[in-house]
């Protein structure tokens, strides 16, 4: 079984593939989109989950995705469709890096993908030239609550702490409007949600060949994240302006 596979079964429970709450979300999207008329742009949108979202409630909001997964663009289609949205909504399968657009976006949204640019700052570099004078992004990044374990660091790399990631965000140019930093209650039911699913799905079908497979990144997962980084992972959420943004 592929890793896309995987996990679109790992996010059957909890379609936003980031520590955050149906609520978290539902705030986020209200503070990044005031007008309701929106063009959304999200790089890395997976299943389009937060595009859906934002179509669903906001019949006058247009929005494209990109991303490199044919499995999760399929469902954001299947999802669109069965929200009456598919008309408003444009896919694009492609790195999200070399997206090239010929209108600009009034939010441009990178939750959890800033590493298909290589970082925090590329992907904010990236969102820029896509983004309308007084237009919006909503990126999620992770940061290290407190020093992390060797085995953490291996995982995620040296991520900084959350002061330091919002000051870097400040210093390139970008001024914070909104932020949410995911509780702990976010972060395990995130995790449960994840390796519990592909724990369901294994016992589920015992006489499928890839059934042992699922069930092992099932347990190595779940114990990666107790033994190694529930302590220490943070995710944090921000609604940026520029600097030098004009009214809108």
Not at 56 to 61: G, N
Not at 189 to 206: K, T
Request: glycine letters at 8%; aromatic letters at 6%; one cysteine or more.
């Amino acid at each position: 079984m592929s890793r896309e596979q995987i996990s679109d079964i790992a996010h059957a429970d909890h379609p936003i593939k980031s520590p955050l709450n149906d609520e978290s979300v539902g705030a986020l999207l209200e503070r990044a989109l005031p007008r309701g008329d929106e063009r959304v742009l999200d790089l890395g949108c997976g299943t389009a989950e937060w595009l859906l979202r934002a179509l669903a409630t906001r019949p006058h909001l247009h929005a494209e995705g990109v991303d490199v997964s044919q499995v999760a663009l399929t469902r954001a289609r299947q999802a669109a469709s069965g929200l009456g949205v598919d008309e408003r909504l444009v896919l694009h399968h492609q790195e999200a890096a070399d997206f090239v657009s010929t209108q600009p976006f009034d939010l441009v949204i990178s939750v959890g993908a800033t590493h298909a640019f290589g970082g925090l700052l590329p992907a904010l570099a990236a969102a820029r030239k896509h983004l309308a004078p007084g237009g919006r992004v909503l990126i999620g990044e992770s940061f290290w609550d407190r020093a992390p374990s060797p085995a953490a660091v291996e995982m995620f790399g040296d991520l900084d702490d959350l002061a330091t990631t919002v000051d870097r965000v400040a210093a390139d140019g970008w001024i914070p409007v909104h932020g949410h930093v995911s509780t702990r209650s976010e972060l395990d039911a995130y995790e449960w949600a994840c390796w519990g699913s592909l724990a369901d799905w294994a016992l589920d079908h015992p006489a499928d060949p890839a059934g042992a497979q699922v069930l092992e990144t099932a347990t190595a997962q779940r114990s990666e994240w107790l033994h190694g980084y529930r302590d220490s992972f943070g995710f944090l959420c921000l609604v940026l302006r520029q600097t030098s943004d004009g009214a809108s």
